[in-house]
C-alpha cells in the first residue's frame, strides 16, 4: 500500500475503574475501554486521570491496557504505566497521563482494548480512560 489509510469515523472510549486487579496476565476483572467497529479500527492514545469528587490524596498504582483477540477473549498486555500518589485540590490536578501509539494500534473488528488499576482503596482511586481511534 502506497497511500496513507485514514480512518473515516471516529471511536472514542470511555471507562471508570473502581475496582483494583493486581494481574498483569489478563485474568481477573477488566474494563473494556474501547471496541473495534466492523471493518476495524485505529487507536491514537489512552488518556488517563484521577477523577474523585474530593481533595484527598490517591494511591500509586499501575494502569495496564490489553488487547484482546477478535472474538473479544483471550487478553493479553498491550501496555502498563506507573501513576504516581497525588493530593488531589482545588489548585491541584489528580495522578493522569496520556500514552501515546505514535503510528496507532490497529484492531480488527471484533477486538477490544480492556483496562485494569492494580490499586483501589476507595473514591479517591476512582480513575477515568479514554481511548482517541477511529473506525475504518
Do not use: K, W
Not at 477523577?51 to 488487547?67: E, G, I, K, T, Y
Not at 473479544?72 to 504516581?84: F, H, K, S
Not at 495522578?95 to 477486538?111: M, R
Request: proline share 3%; glycine share 12%; aromatic share 8%.
Amino acid at each position: 500500500n502506497i497511500y496513507p489509510i485514514f480512518t473515516l469515523t471516529p471511536n472514542i472510549g470511555f471507562a471508570e475503574v473502581a475496582a483494583a486487579n493486581t494481574e498483569s496476565d489478563g485474568t481477573g476483572t477488566l474494563v473494556t475501554l474501547f471496541t473495534a467497529g466492523a471493518n476495524g479500527s485505529l487507536v491514537f492514545c489512552v488518556r488517563y486521570r484521577n477523577a474523585q469528587s474530593v481533595a484527598a490524596a490517591s494511591s500509586a498504582m499501575v494502569v495496564r491496557l490489553f488487547l484482546t483477540d477478535t472474538g473479544g477473549i483471550n487478553p493479553r498486555l498491550l501496555y502498563e504505566v506507573a501513576v504516581a500518589a497525588v493530593t488531589r485540590t482545588v489548585a491541584v490536578i489528580g495522578a493522569g497521563g496520556v500514552i501515546t501509539f505514535p503510528n496507532g494500534v490497529a484492531l480488527a473488528s471484533g477486538q477490544l482494548i480492556q483496562v485494569i488499576q492494580s490499586v483501589y482503596a476507595g473514591a479517591q482511586d476512582l480513575m477515568h480512560y479514554v481511548a482517541e481511534g477511529g473506525d475504518f
